[in-house]
């Protein structure tokens, strides 16, 4: 939708009954999206072998899952499918993060994209201030950057570090072969 109004976006948004949809709202342009099982099966699983890592490498992280993060002064709100306090954990750590539009912004963000117009949210998080995102779609997980207002793909992650994302590519790939809770299984027993 385009020509959306900032108070058309936020009163959309905070509406109860769109609880279950994801905005994002990038300067007066409004796409709304429904969430299917095949995107939250790669999305849970990607969080679940980010926890995984967390735990065994002693990393404190706080899960924001998919909050909510709008600027009115930037004129953009989005929800990742996942995001995460990693490096900042400690200056979130007992807030409540409840006031959407001054909340601190998370270090890393996950985007299951399986559309073509998802890549957008791009310009989102680069805006709102977003480190590092991690991108799957077309069957590929990239991890990209924020420099110099943009993202720049990189090798691996520098919100968490020595992270292998070669195993966590390998098991999506493997989705359709074995459980997610075996591939969760086999991570956990290679990091020990």
Known sequence: LADVSWNVYVELRDNPANRG?????????????????F???ISLMIHDFIMEWCIAKNIDV??????????KALN???????SYYI?????????ELRDVDHSPIP???????????AGRKLAGYASLGVAEVWR??????????????GYQEQSHSEAL??????????????????SATALLRQFRQGLH
């Not at 779609?137 to 207002?149: F, H, K, M, P």
Request: glycine letters at 8%; hydrophobic letters at 35%; charged letters at 25%.
């Open 87 to 95: 490096q900042s954990e400690p200056a979130v750590r007992g807030l």
């Open 107 to 117: 270090d890393l963000a996950i985007e299951v994209e399986h559309t073509l117009g």
């Open 62 to 71: 706080r899960p924001s899952g998919s909050m909510t993060l709008r600027r």
């Open 161 to 178: 570090k020595d992270f292998p994302l070669d195993r966590l590519r390998t098991a999506l790939s493997q989705r359709q072969q074995q």
């Open 76 to 82: 953009c709100g989005l929800e990742a499918d996942q």
């Open 136 to 149: 799957w779609r077309a069957e590929t997980l990239t991890v990209v950057r924020l420099q110099s207002g």
């Open 21 to 37: 949809l994801r905005m994002t709202y990038i300067n007066g342009v409004l796409e709304i999206m429904t969430i299917g099982g």
């Open 39 to 41: 995107h939250e099966l």
